[in-house]
């Protein structure tokens, strides 16, 4: 069995011990707070020079739902273009209709844009009225992979979803696991489900190294930033788990 290992990037140093660490695919966004939103220009062109390993680009125009209007999905639009220039492994969305069901023609429109670069249907998926129907639609659409946590917060609490679409997928598109995914369960994540893939946030919050600080601005000035330590573990469990 051949496990990989997805862990977010949320700022520019984080890409190079993500890489130290040894996982195989970087999500690369922006706005932690937000979930994840489209990284800037800059963001993605010193990503793509510092690092070698897979790189996948968020591709969400703003925080919120995944509702999007016509300029939203013009933007959308552009940033794939941009993301294939750079040479970006592929891309990282998720867009639905209000009423729960997959946006078929427009997420196709942005799989095609988005060719030869690979497409990673986002948890959006959560949020659809039918898991197995937007399963089979992603399929059809010619989707690369789903990030879901099984309709559910977390992992933990979706681990039956998990394995069923696991099953029902049958090797046609692969489920990753995301959202709670750590190093104390992710080898029982993988026992459970029978998932190969597994998207981590492996992070950690660095205070500020400013000597002069405000004392009257009430803010905490801290830094979400990559742990390596949670992804060597999160790696060792794995490799563990095949051995």
């Known amino acids: 069995m051949n496990y990989s290992l997805e862990v977010i990037a949320f ?46 680009p968020m591709i969400r125009p703003r925080g919120g ?24 492994e592929g891309v990282v969305f998720g867009l639905l209709n209000d009423d729960g069901t997959i946006d078929k023609n427009r997420t196709a429109a942005l799989v095609d844009l988005a060719y030869p670069m690979q497409v990673t249907f986002h948890r ?30 977390n992992v933990t609490a979706g681990t039956e979803m998990l394995a069923q679409l696991i099953k029902a997928a049958d090797d046609r598109i692969v489920i990753m696991p995301g959202s709670g995914v750590k190093s104390n369960n992710i080898a029982t994540l993988a026992q459970q489900t029978g998932a190969v893939e597994f998207h981590t946030s492996a992070r950690t919050v660095i205070s500020s190294s400013m000597k002069y600080q405000n004392q009257f601005m009430k803010e905490e000035l801290n830094t979400v930033i990559a742990d390596e330590k949670e992804i060597r573990a999160c790696l060792q469990q794995l490799n563990q788990t095949i051995s």
């Not at 996982?23 to 510092?50: M, Q, V, W």
């Not at 009225?129 to 992603?138: N, P, V, Y």
């Open 11 to 56: 700022t520019i140093e984080s890409c190079s011990i993500i890489q130290q660490a040894g996982a195989h695919r970087i999500e690369l966004c922006d706005n932690p707070a937000e979930g994840g939103t489209t990284p800037s220009y800059g963001f993605l062109k010193k990503a793509r020079e510092l690092v070698s390993i897979e790189l996948y």
């Open 65 to 88: 739902d995944f509702l999007y209007n016509a300029d939203e999905f013009d933007t959308m639009k552009e940033d794939i273009k941009l993301c294939k220039q750079l040479g970006c």
């Open 124 to 153: 959006a998926f959560d949020r659809t009225r039918d898991a197995f129907e937007a399963l089979e639609t992603l399929i059809k659409i010619g989707c690369e992979r789903i990030l879901t946590s099984g309709l559910t917060p």
